[in-house]
């Protein structure tokens, strides 16, 4: 993958440090506490999720990350946080695993920017486990009409400096397209709207979800 080099070495110092000393605090430990048993992490980015994984009891830690200039980052941090995991660079459009080997799977900011969404979906619904949940938080389209039309005005720029970024995916809908039943939903705004940073103005609101795939008994 050819990456984002750029976006890559801003992502923490300018896109993602203040939302880590704020919001996300509370929101890492809701979506990572609740993981079980064999627990892979797509998009791991530069790392953020790292600390909230030491003296995790997980059977197996998996990392993977598409893009070269933040996997660099991520292994950088990977080598002096204390956790017991596997970074592998991988899309999750082409995960390397075997069908049904997890039993849950974490998206952290992810799904709005992966390449082809349906098919990222589709491979992890493949590697989950019957049962296995998708633990997922991402900003999503905005219901109200202005809201809307003003992401999809933005998209083509945002996503060119946002590293693929589409701040106007319907995100838990497509998950429950690709065959997810939907077990737990809240939608929120974690932030207030008036923003000292532009681009925050259009990532609301959020979805805070867990999905199954269809057919399958929630634990």
């Given at each position: 993958?050819k990456?984002?080099k750029?976006f890559?070495?801003?992502f923490?110092?300018?896109?993602s440090?203040?939302?880590?000393?704020t919001?996300m605090k509370e929101?890492r430990p809701r979506?990572?506490?609740?993981?079980?048993?064999r627990?892979l992490?797509i998009?791991?980015?530069?790392?953020?999720?790292?600390?909230?994984?030491?003296g995790?009891?997980?059977e197996?830690l998996?990392l993977?990350?598409?893009d070269p200039?933040?996997?660099?980052?991520?292994?950088a941090?990977?080598?002096?946080?204390?956790?017991q995991?596997?970074?592998?660079?991988?899309p999750a459009?082409?995960?390397?695993?075997s069908d049904?080997?997890?039993?849950?799977?974490l998206s952290v900011?992810v799904?709005?920017?992966v390449?082809?969404?349906?098919?990222?979906?589709?491979?992890?619904?493949?590697v989950?486990?019957?049962?296995?949940?998708?633990?997922?938080?991402?900003?999503?389209?905005?219901r109200?009409?202005?809201g809307?039309?003003?992401?999809?005005?933005v998209?083509?720029l945002?996503?060119?400096v946002?590293g693929?970024?589409?701040p106007?995916?319907d995100?838990?809908?497509d998950?429950?397209?690709?065959?997810?039943?939907?077990?737990?939903?809240?939608r929120?705004?974690?932030?207030?709207?008036?923003?000292p940073?532009?681009?925050?103005?259009f990532?609301?609101?959020?979805?805070?979800?867990i999905a199954?795939?269809?057919?399958d008994?929630?634990f």
């Amino acid at each position: 993958m050819k990456g984002h080099k750029w976006f890559a070495a801003l992502f923490d110092p300018l896109f993602s440090k203040r939302t880590e000393q704020t919001y996300m605090k509370e929101m890492r430990p809701r979506i990572i506490g609740g993981a079980r048993g064999r627990v892979l992490e797509i998009g791991a980015g530069t790392g953020h999720s790292l600390p909230y994984y030491r003296g995790n009891s997980f059977e197996e830690l998996v990392l993977a990350e598409p893009d070269p200039y933040m996997l660099e980052r991520l292994r950088a941090k990977f080598d002096n946080a204390g956790v017991q995991a596997m970074v592998v660079e991988a899309p999750a459009e082409k995960l390397p695993f075997s069908d049904h080997y997890f039993d849950t799977v974490l998206s952290v900011h992810v799904l709005c920017s992966v390449r082809d969404l349906p098919k990222a979906l589709a491979e992890v619904r493949r590697v989950l486990k019957p049962g296995g949940e998708l633990r997922f938080f991402d900003h999503v389209r905005a219901r109200h009409a202005v809201g809307a039309l003003a992401q999809d005005l933005v998209q083509p720029l945002w996503s060119q400096v946002g590293g693929g970024c589409h701040p106007n995916r319907d995100v838990a809908a497509d998950v429950e397209k690709a065959g997810f039943r939907l077990v737990a939903h809240e939608r929120m705004h974690p932030f207030p709207a008036v923003q000292p940073m532009l681009f925050e103005a259009f990532a609301r609101p959020h979805v805070l979800g867990i999905a199954v795939p269809a057919g399958d008994d929630p634990f």
